[in-house]
C-alpha cells in the first residue's frame, strides 16, 4: 500500500515515498468567518478531504494542512485568525525546503484561501530561484471556472459564503453550514467596482478595500439554492481541473 500522508510515515520512510512519487502537495488553508451561516473552518476541512485525493491522481504524497492564512481583509471579524503575509510566505517557504531536502522532486501547494497566494507566490518564486520545482493551485478558481452552468445566482454565486462556497461546504461536511442562519445579504452597489480592480486580475489599476466595503455579515449573495447535490458536481469538476493542471506543470 502506497501510504502518502506523510504523518504516518517514519522519517526514513518519508524520504523513500519522496524519491518514489512525484513530490509533495502542502494544503494551505484559513480560519476565517464566512458571514452568518458558515463555520470559521470551512477552508481547512476542504483542504483537508482535497488532499488526499488530488495526491492520489498525481501520484504525489501530501503533508498536513497550515491551518492559519493571510485574513487581513477581514481580521476584525470574530473568530477570524490572521497571519501577516510576510511571515506566512516565510513558513511556506521553510516547510517547502525541508521537504525539498528530504528529496522532494516537485512541490505543490494546494491553496484553499486565495488571499494566501500572495505569500504562496513569494515562497514559490524564492523557492524556484533556489532551485525548487514548485508550483500551486488555487481551488476556489477551479471551482468557478467549472460552476458556471451549476450556479444559480449568477451575479454574485461565487463571493464570500455564496452559493458555490456553500454548496461545496455541504457536500464536504453538511456541519460546517446552518443554512437556517443565512442572511442572503446583497453586497453594497459598488461591489462591482471595487472588484474590477482587485490585486490579482488582468486590470490595468489595482486598487484596495476590505470586507466592510462589500457587505455588513461578512458574506454575501443569495444561497438559497445552494446544495450538497450542486457541491458534489462542482467538487468533482474542480478536483480533476487541479489534477490535470498538476500532471501537465509536472511533466
Known sequence: MNIRDITFLTSEEVVDALQNNNG??????????????????IDYHIASYLAPIIADNCNMCYAPVIAYGDTLEMEDFKGTVNIPTKTLSDLYYHVALSFFKSSAQNIVFLVTHSLNSRSVDCACRKLYAEGVNCAFVDFWKACSQVSCDIITDKEYGTGHGAEQITSVSLAINSKLIDLSKALNEQPIEDIKLKVKHLYGGSNVCTSYSNFHSYCKSGSWGNIQNASEEKGKIILDRAINLISKNIIEVLK
Open 24 to 41: 509533495i502537495i502542502i494544503p494551505v488553508a484559513s480560519i476565517e468567518q464566512c458571514g452568518r451561516h458558515g463555520t470559521t473552518g
